[in-house]
């Protein structure tokens, strides 16, 4: 190969990750991905966790590493992998998490409406494809599940993807949350394809179940920790907040240029239109407008900020049950006393709503077992199977963020 580019990236989860081919030393080096730097991976989840500081870089990076692994095993298995299809399934994963914006989900269609992160990947893959002069086409037909072999789809995304397997990994490390660790080499080991399939073959079924399992405990434990989810909903109350003071015909300036721009739309915005700018944005936007906000003369928008700020943060209930109407309005009652603001304005400081996980979805991508006999089961239909109907069903609690007395 002409120009051969090889460079190796010391990774603390997987240890040295290689860049080897041009391209992708083209995809890393743009802007574009390189924004991903400044964008955490868990939001607020360093606030539970102090070591969750790491970037959606160092993810995309340690999934494009177990990419390299899990096509260098099928490979050796006897599958046909041409080194276009590789370099392709290694740019659809390493792009799969692009179109991310500040603070990732917490923020998503809070910003800009009705747009999914995916479709804005989506988007920045079909720029950058016509910057290289049409080399990322099959990257972006396997990442939107439109190329012939469906199995390098399901590895970029599906329930047994290798996007899954590094964040779990990497935000169990970076967390200490042990329950979060899964045998990501061993599960790799076990992969095959059947019928153009990702399947788990048969002796890879525990690790498999180990996988969902972790994979349901972080979410309880991590990422819907009471404590991150009362952050990141009231980083969505300081954005309405300041967009709801802009309609008035209030000054609100966060000291971003670009995240300007966005909070002046309320209404639907044409995301196409302004990917340029969009791709501008990041976490440090966000932070530099929250921590200018508390001297914001409105004095909901400036406790909020003061309150995210100083880790300050609201009291939060997690339950199973709906919580007591008469309680929250007489709770509501004591906080429009305690700030003088009206009950419209209450909902700043207090309010509710429900957090769901689901440990495997049997409508979403099925996770496949191929036994010996070359029979294929579901893992929730799998003889003495861990995942089966209860673990399927979806796991809701409702929470309450409110401002204590």
Known sequence: MANKVRKIINDPVHGFIT??????????????????????????????????????LHHSLGA?????????????????????????????????????????????????????????????????????????????????????KPFLHQL??????????????????????????IGYDRIIKMLTVDDGELMVEEKGIYSTEKFLVSRRLMYWQVYLHKTVVCAEKMLVRIIERARELLERGETVSSSSITLDFFLQFSGQLKIEEHLEKYCQLDDYDVLSAIKNWIYHPDKILSELCRRLVERDLLKVKLQADPFEPTWVEKERARICKQMSISEEESRYFIFGGEASNTTYDPLEEKINILFKDGTVKDISKVDNALIQQSLARTVKKHYICYMRG
């Open 19 to 56: 860049i080897d081919h041009p391209l992708l030393f083209q995809v890393i080096s743009h802007p574009w991905y390189q924004r991903l730097r400044r964008i955490h991976q868990m939001a607020f989840a360093h606030l539970v966790y102090p070591g969750a500081v790491h970037s959606r």
């Open 64 to 148: 494009y590493h177990l990419m390299g692994q899990a096509l260098t095993e099928l490979k050796s298995k006897g599958f046909e992998i041409s080194p276009e299809e590789e370099l392709s399934a290694k740019i659809a994963i390493l792009l799969h998490d692009v179109g991310h914006g500040p603070f990732s989900h917490a923020l998503e269609n809070v910003l800009i409406r009705n747009v999914h992160h995916e479709a804005i990947s989506i988007l920045i893959m079909k720029v950058l494809n016509e910057e290289l002069g049409g080399q990322l086409t099959m990257a972006i037909d396997i990442f939107t599940n439109n190329y012939h």
């Open 156 to 181: 970029v995304s599906g329930q047994l993807d290798v996007d899954r397997m590094d964040y779990l990994s990497r935000d169990s490390f970076f967390t200490g949350v042990s329950e979060g660790v």
